[in-house]
Protein backbone atom coordinates (compact mmCIF):
# COMPACT_ATOMS: atom_id res chain seq x y z
CA UNK A 1 0.00 0.00 0.00
CA UNK A 2 1.02 3.46 -0.65
CA UNK A 3 2.53 5.82 2.24
CA UNK A 4 3.46 9.03 3.23
CA UNK A 5 5.78 10.13 5.31
CA UNK A 6 6.24 13.80 6.51
CA UNK A 7 8.84 15.09 9.17
CA UNK A 8 9.25 16.64 11.57
CA UNK A 9 5.84 17.26 12.89
CA UNK A 10 6.90 20.48 14.90
CA UNK A 11 9.24 22.46 14.39
CA UNK A 12 10.42 26.17 16.21
CA UNK A 13 12.99 27.78 13.92
CA UNK A 14 14.56 31.19 14.30
CA UNK A 15 14.49 34.13 12.30
CA UNK A 16 17.37 33.98 9.24
CA UNK A 17 18.06 30.32 10.31
CA UNK A 18 17.74 27.42 7.65
CA UNK A 19 14.77 24.94 6.85
CA UNK A 20 14.72 21.85 5.37
CA UNK A 21 11.19 19.71 5.63
CA UNK A 22 11.34 15.75 3.63
CA UNK A 23 8.42 14.19 2.38
CA UNK A 24 9.16 10.49 1.48
CA UNK A 25 6.30 8.64 -0.50
CA UNK A 26 6.53 4.93 -0.66
CA UNK A 27 4.45 2.10 -2.49
CA UNK A 28 4.38 4.24 -6.09
CA UNK A 29 6.35 4.73 -8.50
CA UNK A 30 6.56 8.27 -10.60
CA UNK A 31 3.92 10.46 -8.40
CA UNK A 32 2.98 13.98 -8.61
CA UNK A 33 4.25 15.47 -5.50
CA UNK A 34 3.21 18.65 -4.02
CA UNK A 35 4.10 21.71 -0.97
CA UNK A 36 0.77 23.90 0.17
CA UNK A 37 1.13 25.84 2.92
CA UNK A 38 -2.05 26.83 5.55
CA UNK A 39 -1.26 29.90 7.08
CA UNK A 40 -3.38 30.31 10.14
CA UNK A 41 -6.98 30.98 9.56
CA UNK A 42 -6.60 30.53 5.85
CA UNK A 43 -6.89 28.17 3.15
CA UNK A 44 -4.28 26.24 1.26
CA UNK A 45 -1.62 27.93 -1.25
CA UNK A 46 0.57 25.57 -3.43
CA UNK A 47 3.78 26.34 -3.39
CA UNK A 48 5.51 24.28 -5.28
CA UNK A 49 4.86 20.84 -7.46
CA UNK A 50 7.14 18.26 -9.20
CA UNK A 51 6.54 15.63 -12.14
CA UNK A 52 9.64 13.95 -11.93
CA UNK A 53 12.91 14.05 -10.64
CA UNK A 54 14.49 17.35 -10.86
CA UNK A 55 11.08 18.66 -12.23
CA UNK A 56 10.17 21.41 -9.93
CA UNK A 57 7.31 24.45 -10.73
CA UNK A 58 7.05 27.30 -8.46
CA UNK A 59 3.21 28.75 -8.32
CA UNK A 60 4.65 31.94 -5.45
CA UNK A 61 7.64 33.54 -5.80
CA UNK A 62 9.30 33.46 -2.01
CA UNK A 63 12.22 32.67 -0.10
CA UNK A 64 11.63 28.60 -0.53
CA UNK A 65 13.08 26.21 -2.57
CA UNK A 66 11.99 22.73 -3.97
CA UNK A 67 14.19 19.85 -4.56
CA UNK A 68 13.65 16.22 -5.63
CA UNK A 69 16.19 14.26 -5.50
CA UNK A 70 14.84 11.05 -5.93
CA UNK A 71 11.71 9.92 -7.59
CA UNK A 72 9.61 9.15 -3.99
CA UNK A 73 11.64 12.25 -2.15
CA UNK A 74 10.47 16.11 -2.01
CA UNK A 75 12.35 18.35 -0.03
CA UNK A 76 11.27 21.69 1.05
CA UNK A 77 14.30 24.32 2.00
CA UNK A 78 14.89 28.08 2.72
CA UNK A 79 18.61 29.42 3.52
CA UNK A 80 16.94 32.20 6.04
CA UNK A 81 13.99 32.27 7.28
CA UNK A 82 11.39 35.05 7.60
CA UNK A 83 8.38 35.27 10.44
CA UNK A 84 6.08 35.00 7.64
CA UNK A 85 7.06 31.71 6.65
CA UNK A 86 5.13 30.11 9.57
CA UNK A 87 2.29 28.19 9.08
CA UNK A 88 1.39 24.36 8.40
CA UNK A 89 3.17 22.96 5.49
CA UNK A 90 1.48 19.95 4.01
CA UNK A 91 3.38 17.45 1.54
CA UNK A 92 0.90 15.60 -0.88
CA UNK A 93 0.82 13.08 -3.78
CA UNK A 94 -0.71 11.47 -6.41
CA UNK A 95 -0.35 9.27 -9.39
CA UNK A 96 -2.87 9.05 -11.61
CA UNK A 97 -6.74 10.44 -11.03
CA UNK A 98 -6.90 12.75 -8.63
CA UNK A 99 -6.39 10.59 -5.81
CA UNK A 100 -4.39 13.28 -3.43
CA UNK A 101 -2.97 11.77 -0.74
CA UNK A 102 -1.75 14.46 2.17
CA UNK A 103 0.79 13.66 4.85
CA UNK A 104 0.33 15.10 8.29
CA UNK A 105 2.12 17.99 7.97
CA UNK A 106 5.08 20.39 10.05
CA UNK A 107 3.77 22.87 11.66
CA UNK A 108 6.63 25.59 11.35
CA UNK A 109 7.02 28.51 13.96
CA UNK A 110 9.58 31.07 12.91
CA UNK A 111 10.37 33.47 15.97
CA UNK B 1 -7.97 31.54 -13.86
CA UNK B 2 -9.36 28.68 -11.62
CA UNK B 3 -11.28 29.34 -8.14
CA UNK B 4 -12.90 27.87 -5.44
CA UNK B 5 -15.56 30.12 -3.33
CA UNK B 6 -15.92 28.43 -0.12
CA UNK B 7 -19.02 29.71 2.42
CA UNK B 8 -16.97 31.41 5.09
CA UNK B 9 -16.79 29.65 8.86
CA UNK B 10 -16.80 29.39 11.13
CA UNK B 11 -20.16 27.15 11.74
CA UNK B 12 -21.24 26.09 14.82
CA UNK B 13 -23.98 23.50 15.09
CA UNK B 14 -25.82 21.57 17.82
CA UNK B 15 -25.62 17.52 17.54
CA UNK B 16 -28.08 16.29 15.25
CA UNK B 17 -28.20 19.38 13.09
CA UNK B 18 -28.79 19.69 9.54
CA UNK B 19 -25.17 20.68 7.66
CA UNK B 20 -25.05 22.97 4.36
CA UNK B 21 -21.76 24.15 3.28
CA UNK B 22 -21.76 26.37 0.05
CA UNK B 23 -18.98 26.15 -2.66
CA UNK B 24 -18.90 27.76 -6.02
CA UNK B 25 -15.97 27.58 -8.25
CA UNK B 26 -14.99 28.58 -11.99
CA UNK B 27 -12.79 26.96 -14.47
CA UNK B 28 -11.74 26.63 -17.62
CA UNK B 29 -12.53 23.09 -19.25
CA UNK B 30 -14.51 20.56 -17.46
CA UNK B 31 -13.16 20.06 -13.43
CA UNK B 32 -13.26 17.38 -11.14
CA UNK B 33 -15.03 18.51 -7.55
CA UNK B 34 -13.95 17.25 -4.14
CA UNK B 35 -14.51 17.45 -0.77
CA UNK B 36 -11.17 17.68 1.65
CA UNK B 37 -11.78 17.70 5.91
CA UNK B 38 -8.91 18.52 8.07
CA UNK B 39 -9.68 17.14 11.41
CA UNK B 40 -7.21 19.13 14.62
CA UNK B 41 -3.55 18.95 14.23
CA UNK B 42 -3.58 16.67 10.70
CA UNK B 43 -3.25 16.75 7.21
CA UNK B 44 -6.30 16.68 4.53
CA UNK B 45 -8.24 13.43 3.90
CA UNK B 46 -10.54 13.09 0.66
CA UNK B 47 -13.78 13.12 2.20
CA UNK B 48 -16.12 12.98 -1.74
CA UNK B 49 -15.52 13.28 -4.84
CA UNK B 50 -17.55 13.97 -8.13
CA UNK B 51 -15.75 14.04 -11.74
CA UNK B 52 -18.67 15.16 -14.09
CA UNK B 53 -21.78 17.27 -14.00
CA UNK B 54 -24.82 15.49 -11.98
CA UNK B 55 -22.37 12.91 -10.33
CA UNK B 56 -22.98 12.65 -6.26
CA UNK B 57 -20.05 12.19 -4.34
CA UNK B 58 -21.15 10.47 -0.77
CA UNK B 59 -19.19 9.46 2.48
CA UNK B 60 -19.90 8.62 6.05
CA UNK B 61 -23.30 10.70 6.01
CA UNK B 62 -22.00 13.34 3.75
CA UNK B 63 -23.36 13.92 0.21
CA UNK B 64 -22.25 16.98 -2.63
CA UNK B 65 -23.83 17.32 -6.51
CA UNK B 66 -21.86 18.39 -9.21
CA UNK B 67 -24.32 21.36 -10.19
CA UNK B 68 -22.80 22.03 -13.23
CA UNK B 69 -25.31 25.03 -13.95
CA UNK B 70 -25.02 26.60 -10.87
CA UNK B 71 -21.26 25.61 -10.89
CA UNK B 72 -21.77 24.67 -7.30
CA UNK B 73 -20.83 21.64 -5.53
CA UNK B 74 -22.39 22.16 -2.17
CA UNK B 75 -21.48 19.79 1.06
CA UNK B 76 -24.97 18.68 3.01
CA UNK B 77 -25.02 15.91 5.72
CA UNK B 78 -28.37 15.07 7.71
CA UNK B 79 -27.31 14.88 10.89
CA UNK B 80 -23.87 15.66 12.23
CA UNK B 81 -22.09 14.58 15.36
CA UNK B 82 -19.51 16.26 17.53
CA UNK B 83 -17.06 13.94 15.95
CA UNK B 84 -17.74 16.03 12.40
CA UNK B 85 -16.05 19.05 14.00
CA UNK B 86 -13.36 19.93 11.55
CA UNK B 87 -12.34 22.13 8.71
CA UNK B 88 -13.76 21.36 5.34
CA UNK B 89 -11.75 22.49 2.16
CA UNK B 90 -13.79 22.08 -1.44
CA UNK B 91 -11.45 21.75 -4.06
CA UNK B 92 -11.24 21.36 -7.68
CA UNK B 93 -8.87 20.26 -10.56
CA UNK B 94 -8.26 19.93 -13.90
CA UNK B 95 -7.23 17.19 -15.76
CA UNK B 96 -3.35 18.12 -16.86
CA UNK B 97 0.03 16.36 -16.21
CA UNK B 98 0.03 18.17 -13.18
CA UNK B 99 -2.95 17.67 -11.82
CA UNK B 100 -3.19 20.65 -9.31
CA UNK B 101 -5.86 21.37 -7.01
CA UNK B 102 -6.95 24.31 -6.01
CA UNK B 103 -8.56 24.62 -2.92
CA UNK B 104 -11.24 27.14 -1.22
CA UNK B 105 -10.23 28.75 2.10
CA UNK B 106 -11.66 26.44 4.24
CA UNK B 107 -14.83 26.50 6.61
CA UNK B 108 -14.26 25.58 10.60
CA UNK B 109 -17.17 23.64 11.77
CA UNK B 110 -17.53 22.91 15.26
CA UNK B 111 -20.56 20.67 16.52
CA UNK B 112 -21.83 21.08 19.44
CA UNK B 113 -23.11 18.05 22.10
Known amino acids: SQTIHQWPATLVQPVGSPLSLECTVEGTSNPNLYWYRQAAGRGLQLLFYSVGIGQISSEVPQNLSASRPQDRQFILSSKKLLLSDSGFYLC??????????FGSGTRLTVV | GNSVTQMEGPVTLSEEAFLTINCTYTATGYPSLFWYVQYPGEGLQLLLKATKADDKGSNKGFEATYRKETTSFHLEKGSVQVSDSAVYFC????????????FGSGTQLTVLP
Open chain 1, 92 to 101: AWTDVGYGYT
Open chain 2, 91 to 102: ALGISGSARQLT
